[in-house]
């Protein structure tokens, strides 16, 4: 039997850490702003952000498919609502991983 393979839904996670001085609590306000914005974007499903020990913060987004989270990490570089979210990280930080999601309940 041929089966047609469907694209599986992906989580984006992003590890990365503040440039030296950047306040914490506007940079969450960065991020929040980020989030109708997101919500345009093709594939978008969830995102998550987090702070984990140490000053690593964990920005977790989850898209229809590979395809939409690449597309979306293109456009949101041209995207003057996220200049202040972005120049706020470290770019030499940035971890970008993608993952196919296997189970989610």
Known sequence: MNQ????SPV???VR???RPGVDP???TADAARMDGWLATRPGFVRRRLGLADMGVWIDCIEWQDLATARAAADALMQEPTARPFLTAIDGGSVV???LDIAHAS
């Open 4 to 7: 047609i393979s469907q694209p």
């Open 11 to 13: 989580l984006e996670i």
């Open 16 to 18: 990365f850490r503040l």
């Open 25 to 27: 609590q506007a940079f």
């Open 96 to 98: 970008m991983t993608h």
